[in-house]
């Protein structure tokens, strides 16, 4: 098959990544071994390919970037997840991080509201063999209602607050990852719901684009990573 001929030519690469990770204090085996099985090259513009599995953040265009590999790593230990859950990620961008979400969650719904990125997106994940991800499009804000509630709730942009709508869908003794933005910083927080309440914690100040959509900013105004 090409696509895992392409893919295990760039093996290495991915071990070696894989191994930057471990150095980086990841220690879920599981997202490791995610990050060694996806073909991260397939995600990100041709021209940056020889790039791919550097420990670097990359443009994917429209003013995103693919995030760097120990971020989303880190992103993804905050989840937790078993490998049973349904998770609903709020910015598909590349598509990379919903194919990493594949190798460690049962269902994985994606939601991104510019339309040329998620087919972009939904094209990489069928040639890498991703294609069990659900690509949407629109304003995810709103989160998706049809597959709710989710037991893990990803947004890879910042909002100026979190969006009641993905609190609604997410399960009792779900966890929600969402930066933040608090006096003109971002602060990635991590909320899991308890019946009624929902326990916050601060995992640190990171950078993001700005979550744009009804419960988000009204516009794009400032850049920064993705994770997707």
């Given at each position: ?37 996806v ?8 021209a ?80 890498a ?17 049809p ?15 979190v ?49 744009v ?16």
């Open positions: 098959m090409e696509v895992g001929r392409i893919a295990d030519s760039y093996g290495g690469y991915r071990s070696r990544l894989v191994e930057v990770l471990r150095a980086n204090g990841i220690e879920d085996l599981a997202i490791l071994r995610a990050f060694g099985e073909p991260r090259h397939l995600f990100v513009p041709e940056l390919r020889r790039r791919a599995y550097e420990d670097v953040s990359l443009p994917i265009g429209h003013g995103q970037t693919i995030s760097q590999p120990t971020t989303q790593a880190k992103y993804l230990e905050s989840l937790r997840l078993s490998g049973t859950e349904r998770v609903l990620e709020v910015g598909t961008g590349s598509g990379y991080q919903a194919a990493l979400l594949t190798k460690v969650a049962a269902q994985v719904v994606t939601i991104e509201r510019i339309a040329s990125l998620a087919g972009s997106a939904r094209n990489a994940l069928a040639e063999g991703f294609s069990t991800a659900t690509v949407l499009e629109g304003d995810g804000s709103l989160g998706w209602r597959f709710a509630p989710y037991d893990a709730i990803l947004v890879a942009a910042a909002s100026p607050d969006p009641e709508p993905l609190l609604r869908q997410l399960k009792d003794g779900g966890r929600l990852v969402i930066p933040v933005e608090v006096r003109g910083t971002q602060i990635l927080r991590l909320l899991v719901r308890d019946g009624s309440k929902y326990v916050t914690s601060e995992m640190g100040e990171v950078q993001f684009v700005p979550l959509g009804k419960y988000g900013y009204q516009e794009s105004v400032k850049r920064g990573d993705t994770l997707c």
